[in-house]
């Protein structure tokens, strides 16, 4: 079966604009979670979904990012007014159950975005 | 708090050669997970094991394996006889929480040399 999509795989704005990551998980997994990489760092936790709600978005670093999964399958990543600090990689993973901490989390490519 | 340490930022070997890649953990609570995975090349983070805060068995795959050790909170993984296709980064990962949050460590980069 085809495994977690993200769209677009790159995405160059300028400093201000907004842009929208998208992510389509693994078909029947309940739990999505969004986290940010930067250049040579580990990945860093930004939100959780457990069905269509965020369960945590402890990891959003402030209120430019807002993510939404409506109706518990495809999610979008809002970032607005992008500033050149918000240039990563932006990687969406799935797993089954997000109330079973043990889950394998599988991993999209990535959105790699670069603010100019 | 939690926080995963991946002191070795890049190791060099040539083929067939052992390496052994470092990973000491922190945490408060007594139920946890630890994961590693490798990313490659290409970006997409590929998952390798996990293992529970109770199970501290030791676990052989094919040319990789892994030694839990919670006396001195470390998760290490080997890999035997490498090869070229072994070089990526490989991370380290821990969650406590019970939807799965993971905490990364840094990386360890891996570069196998013919």
């Known amino acids: 079966g085809a495994g977690v999509s993200q769209t677009p795989s790159n995405k160059v704005t300028e400093k201000g604009k907004y842009v929208e990551l998208r992510c389509d998980p693994i078909?029947?997994?309940?739990?999505l979670y969004w986290y940010r990489q930067s250049l040579g760092q580990g990945p860093e936790f930004l939100i959780y979904f457990q069905g269509t709600g965020a369960a945590d978005d402890s990891g959003l670093p402030n209120d430019r990012f807002f993510a939404v999964r409506p109706e518990g399958s495809v999610s979008t990543l809002k970032i607005q007014r992008t500033e050149r600090g918000d240039s990563a990689v932006y990687l969406c993973a799935s797993s089954l159950n997000g109330e079973l901490g043990y889950n394998e989390q599988f991993f999209g490519p990535g959105t790699r975005l670069t603010v100019l | 708090a939690q926080k995963v340490t991946q002191a070795q930022t890049e190791i060099s070997v040539v083929e067939k050669e052992d390496v052994t890649l470092d990973c000491v953990y922190e945490?408060?609570?007594?139920?946890?997970?630890l994961f590693w995975y490798k990313q490659p090349p290409s970006g997409e983070l590929v998952f390798l094991i996990r293992r529970n805060s109770f199970d501290e068995q030791n676990e052989i795959s094919g040319r990789y394996s892994w030694n839990f050790q919670k006396s001195t909170s470390s998760f290490n993984f080997t890999i035997t006889a490498s090869q070229v296709v072994d070089s990526a980064v490989y991370f380290c990962?821990?969650?406590?929480?019970?939807?799965?949050?993971?905490?990364f460590g840094a990386g360890t980069q891996v570069v196998v040399t013919p």
């Open positions: 990962a821990l969650t406590t929480d019970s939807w799965g949050k993971l905490q």
């Open positions: 078909s029947g997994h309940t739990a």
């Open positions: 945490t408060r609570d007594t139920t946890y997970y």
